[in-house]
T-cell receptor
Framework: NAGVMQNPRHLVRRRGQEARLRCSPMKGHSHVYWYRQLPEEGLKFMVYLQKENIIDESGMPKERFSAEFPKEGPSILRIQQVVRGDSAAYFC???????????FGPGTRLLVL | QQPVQSPQAVILREGEDAVINCSSSKALYSVHWYRQKHGEAPVFLMILLKGGEQKGHEKISASFNEKKQQSSLYLTASQLSYSGTYFC??????????????FGKGTLLTVNP
């Protein structure tokens, strides 16, 4: 059973460009969570999605950031007009239900130049 | 509110024991422990639910004191493979919604031969 997949693993963008981060949950998991990790910091919750629904986006910046989890395909975290402060590792996790353990993917390391 | 982990870092020799603490200012429903090696995904270790239950996994165990809003992770007879950063993730409130984990800043554990 493959684990949570994320791609790309590393992404370099210039200020003002768009970044698209993809997450494929574990088989049988319909709940996806995105977290951001800054150097020397813990993981910070951004958004929780089920298929086609955003359940909680309270941790996501109001502007430039959006997330989706379509009926088919991976979950996407989209950052528009990236700034240097967006540089971080972005992890997604999945679980079969919202009250079960979250399993993390390997992360996408975004570097904004 | 982010839980506070202590110590921030610890260095051990193989075979020695360590305790990592996680304290919250909020009433907790559950505590989740993860280990993350540099550049990799956080790996789930265990979850503790309200009730003071102590759990164990080989030489790694944990306790949860809900009254003190604290959890401790115990590593005995440490192995080189235990090296990494340990994070606690806490779920507040009455439970049933553990998607919203709040993580501490982590404890860097280094095990030397």
């Amino acid at each position: 059973n493959a684990g949570v997949m994320q791609n790309p693993r590393h992404l370099v963008r210039r200020r003002g460009q768009e970044a698209r981060l993809r997450c494929s949950p574990m088989k049988g998991h319909s709940h996806v969570y995105w977290y951001r990790q800054l150097p020397e910091e813990g993981l910070k919750f951004m958004v929780y999605l089920q298929k086609e629904n955003i359940i909680d986006e309270s941790g996501m910046p109001k502007e430039r950031f959006s997330a989706e989890f379509p009926k088919e395909g991976p979950s996407i975290l989209r950052i528009q007009q990236v700034v240097r402060g967006d540089s971080a590792a972005y992890f997604c996790a999945s679980s079969p239900t919202p009250v079960r353990t979250q399993y993390f993917g390997p992360g996408t390391r975004l570097l904004v130049l | 509110q982010q839980p506070v982990q202590s110590p921030q870092a610890v260095i051990l020799r193989e075979g020695e024991d360590a305790v990592i603490n996680c304290s919250s200012s909020k009433a907790l429903y559950s505590v989740h422990w993860y280990r993350q090696k540099h550049g990799e995904a956080p790996v789930f270790l265990m979850i503790l639910l309200k009730g003071g239950e102590q759990k164990g996994h080989e030489k790694i165990s944990a306790s949860f004191n809900e009254k003190k809003q604290q959890s401790s992770l115990y590593l005995t007879a440490s192995q080189l493979s235990y090296s990494g950063t340990y994070f606690c993730g806490t779920e507040s409130g009455s439970g049933g919604s553990n998607y919203k984990l709040t993580f501490g800043k982590g404890t860097l554990l280094t095990v030397n031969p």
